[in-house]
């Protein structure tokens, strides 16, 4: 049976559902819903109807997966746990300090209304967050390092966006080539966060903005920018569109550790990406999420979840003996 998916919120990260939905032989999109004008919102499936946040209500019955795709900073510690009393929902929430926060308010609304929740999912966090807990299984003796970059942090973008007088900007992250060399040489070094990265924006100001403050503001952004060596140029809209319009990210998750009896042998674990669309391969992973998340909950299961707690198996369309074939 066909698990039909909603999407909430059609941005970047709504417009990659819709693509990573075309993709599965499980799923079908039923509905697009917006906190604009649904008439200013085109979609790129037809027959499909946009509506307005404020009829979601009525399509409770009509809906397997109710997928979230607000910013981290404001929309979804609000909207994931309203949206969890009503429907199984998913999100992409990537403030890392603050999840045990959110998955609790999340876990709460969801077992109070018998739905299923999965929080954080994408690459980071996501595919890096287990890449992180193999590893730390496989090799205790060691050290995690994680790098993302060069490219563009969604979030952090988005964060940017929320400062007053702020039009349009887009920030990179960069690992510091140094440190990420350090760290392959299995040497284990002590790096602070901001030895490993740092942060570039490029930033629209509306007219008449003060620029000062808006430097001064992502600067000291808790969570975001104040732990980092970050630039931040003031560039006019025309440059902004011709050099900063794609979405390219990617990034290391790096373990290196000991084995033997006196800690003899030096080993790195490393998982890479690549990739040419943040949202998209972020939504990618969410769709394969969405299907872990409804096998769960056809078995019973309710509350908050996340990538940590989801057998790979279930993310996969194949049946565990194609697996086994295969890909195991």
């Known amino acids: 049976m066909m698990a039909k998916i909603a999407i909430l919120g059609y941005g970047n990260l709504g417009r990659g559902i819709e693509c990573a939905v075309k993709k599965t032989k499980d799923m079908e999109l ?15 499936t037809p027959n ?7 009829e979601i209500e009525k399509w409770a019955d009509k809906i397997d997966m109710l997928v979230i795709c607000g910013g981290s900073a404001t929309d979804l510690p609000k909207m994931t746990p309203e949206m969890a009393a009503k429907f199984n929902v998913i999100d992409t929430f990537d403030t890392h300090a603050n999840i045990p926060t959110h998955f609790a308010n999340v876990d709460a609304a969801a077992k109070a209304a018998g739905k299923i929740a999965m929080i954080s999912v994408g690459w980071d966090p996501g595919m890096f967050s287990l890449n992180r807990v193999y590893a730390n299984a496989i090799l205790p003796d060691g050290k995690d390092y994680t790098f993302w970059g060069k490219g563009v942090s969604q979030g952090h973008s988005d964060a940017v966006r929320r ?3 702020v039009k ?3 920030q990179y992250t960069c690992p510091v080539p140094e440190a990420l060399d350090a760290v392959r040489s299995g040497s284990m070094p002590e790096l602070t966060t901001r030895q490993k990265h740092t942060r570039l924006c490029y930033v629209v100001l509306e007219e008449g903005a003060d620029a000062a403050y808006v430097e001064n503001e992502i600067k000291t952004m808790k969570n975001y920018f104040d732990e980092y060596d970050t630039t931040v140029n003031f560039i006019s809209e025309e440059e902004f569109n011709k050099n900063h319009s794609g979405l390219a990210h990617g990034g290391f998750v790096i373990r290196t550790g000991k084995t033997g009896m006196n800690n003899e042998h030096t080993h790195v674990i490393e998982y890479s990406l690549k990739l040419d669309s943040n949202p998209e391969f972020t939504t990618a992973a969410v769709i394969a999420f969405a299907r872990a998340a409804l096998r769960m909950k056809a078995e019973g ?7 940590l707690d989801v057998p790979p198996a279930y993310l996969s369309e194949q049946s565990g003996e194609e697996l086994r074939a295969h890909l195991l």
Not at 48 to 54: M, Y
């Open 168 to 170: 349009n900007a887009k």
């Open 48 to 54: 499909i109807p946009v509506l307005n946040v404020s």
């Open 301 to 307: 299961k309710t509350g908050c979840f996340t990538v």
């Open 30 to 44: 039923v509905a697009v819903f917006t906190r604009r004008d649904p008439a200013t919102v085109k979609i790129q």
């Open 163 to 165: 400062i007053k007088g």
